[in-house]
């Protein structure tokens, strides 16, 4: 069975191309995105993990780290790296899992048969630091992932993880957010500013009172 939200992520010790990778050691205390890509020198995995390489600052603002899986070899994945930072512009300052016979992708729920019986699909667990999986997105061999979406995903499950709040449709960092219903208006009016009131169960605030 596939993970689920809120259950720890099964801890591994598997080969990387940056040596022997223990799953737990490697996150710490950090957020985790943790991918997988379908195979080496194709041409999509080659845009995303060049993405990836390139914007590894912008998670590391946000105390996360990065960490790939594919069924190629250590071998293959860094012969690859060449193209992905030509690609992407920058170096591969991630390691990359080496998961031949598919016992971590299958653990994770990252390998779908009936999609593609030799390969992982395009999964991404983001996992906090408590090693709990927050989000899953999974998407077919053919259809690239979206970065800006992965870090706007992790901007609002740090920003939820402070108060009762959510975020809305489309929500990106400085926007108003949902309070929630749970709270009275006297509540709400006491610990956030802005607060602006659409329906009875809709409330939207700026920032949390200091």
């Not at 999509?44 to 960490?67: D, N, P, V, W």
């Not at 800006?148 to 939820?160: K, N, Y």
Request: glycine fraction near 6%; proline fraction near 7%; charge should be neutral.
């Amino acid at each position: 069975m596939s993970l689920q939200l809120g259950q720890v992520a099964p801890d591994f010790t598997l080969d990387s191309t940056q040596g022997p990778l223990h799953l737990a050691d490697y996150a710490r205390d950090h957020w985790l995105v943790f991918f997988s890509h379908p195979k080496d020198f194709t041409p999509i995995c080659t845009t995303e993990l060049g993405a990836f390489a390139h914007r590894k600052a912008e998670f590391e603002q946000r105390g996360t780290k990065l960490l790939g899986l594919s069924v190629d070899s250590v071998t293959e994945h860094k012969a690859w790296a060449k193209d992905i930072a030509e690609v992407g512009g920058s170096e591969v300052g991630y390691p990359i899992l080496a998961d031949p016979n598919l016992d971590i992708a299958k653990q994770y729920g990252m390998f779908h048969p009936q999609a593609d019986p030799t390969v992982t699909v395009r999964s991404v667990f983001i996992i906090d630091p408590q090693r709990k999986v927050r989000t899953i997105l999974t998407y077919p061999p053919s259809v690239g992932r979206n970065i800006d979406e992965i870090l706007r995903t992790i901007d609002a499950l740090q920003l939820t993880d402070k108060g009762p709040v959510a975020t809305p449709v489309d929500w990106k960092p400085g926007d108003d957010f949902v309070v929630s219903a749970k709270l009275s208006d006297a509540e709400v009016e006491q610990k956030f500013t802005g607060v602006r009131k659409v329906k009875p169960y809709l409330r939207y605030a700026k920032a949390a009172k200091a």
